[in-house]
């Protein structure tokens, strides 16, 4: 290993519980750099002072990840298009002047966790649950996959009325209690709520209406596998679970720090799930 150690970091409140330090070591280690990238518990508070002191600390720069994503997009000085489009930023370069360039890859990530199962749902209808921010990220990956037909669906009506107001056509919102027959037709099924996660309710949602020959895409990792999932596989859909987002999104964040492509592979996502595991 050669040069200065380079130092970037994840930040969020809590953050103990992230992965992204041992994705990120482990492509450090793969491509011989001298660098380190660690996990910074910040709260909300103290997250602007954070990120105004970054390269005075020492890191080039930091990944936001919850709650901190909405909020960096009113910090930083220069936000690219794609973190404006999402409304949220979830990696940050810190320059030498103290100015800090915001960016947002988890349409990027969702885009080649799709992609990386040679699915494309091209002029197909779409169905999303949630109206969070990984809804947002999703509907922007969706736009620009041609996608002609997006059913938002979300547990506060106002809220996806909301979104799909903002993003215009082909977004519209569905009332949580027409989602199961939201699925008729629908091409690829992407839950980007909390539920089905550990900790958290199950999602219940009947599958009956969605076409065997759909996609079904969980955002949750925790557990690898959902209940949605294990539904869907047991009725012949093909299923995709949440891990392969949080590796194809960190990607070109860690380009950006450390100045080499790294690659998704079995061996990444095998090391990475031994680590929540642990």
């Given amino acids: 290993m050669n040069g200065p150690a ?20 482990y492509w450090l280690s793969q491509h011989n750099i001298a660098g380190s990238y660690e996990a910074l518990p910040v709260p909300p508070e103290k997250l602007a002072l954070t990120l105004k002191n970054l ?23 220069h936000a690219d298009p794609m973190a404006r489009r ?11 002047d103290g100015t800090l360039a915001g960016f947002n890859t988890d349409a990027y990530g ?14 197909r209808p779409v169905v999303v649950l949630g109206a969070g921010g990984a809804a947002r990220a999703a509907i922007v990956a969706l736009q620009d996959m041609d996608v002609s037909d997006i059913r938002l669906v979300n547990r506060t009506q106002a809220r ?12 519209r919102a569905v009332a949580w209690n027409d989602a199961a027959s939201a699925l008729e037709g629908a091409a ?16 219940e949602l009947s599958l009956t209406y969605l076409p065997r020959e759909a996609l079904v895409s969980d955002l949750v990792y925790a557990p690898l596998k959902t209940d ?12 995709l679970d949440g891990l392969g987002m949080l590796l194809h999104q960190a990607r070109p964040a860690f380009a950006a720090f ?21």
């Fill in 258 to 278: 450390f100045g080499r492509e790294p690659q998704v592979t079995e061996e990444l996502r095998r090391h990475v799930l031994e680590g929540q595991k642990a």
């Fill in 55 to 77: 390269h005075q600390s020492g890191f080039i720069g930091a990944n936001l990840t919850i709650p901190h994503k909405e909020a960096a997009l009113a910090l930083v000085d």
């Fill in 160 to 171: 996806a009325e909301s979104l799909a107001r903002e993003f215009g056509a082909p977004v």
């Fill in 6 to 25: 380079i130092k970037a970091a994840v930040i969020g409140w809590p953050v103990a519980h992230s992965q992204s330090p041992r994705l990120h070591s």
């Fill in 110 to 123: 969702f885009t080649h966790n799709i992609l990386s199962v040679g699915f494309h749902p091209r002029a």
């Fill in 86 to 96: 999402i409304g949220a930023v979830n990696t940050v370069i810190a320059h030498k």
């Fill in 228 to 239: 949605l999932l294990k539904r869907a596989e047991a009725r012949g859909n093909r299923i």
């Fill in 188 to 203: 690829l099924l992407i839950n980007t709520t909390s539920l089905g996660m550990e900790g958290q309710p199950p999602l």
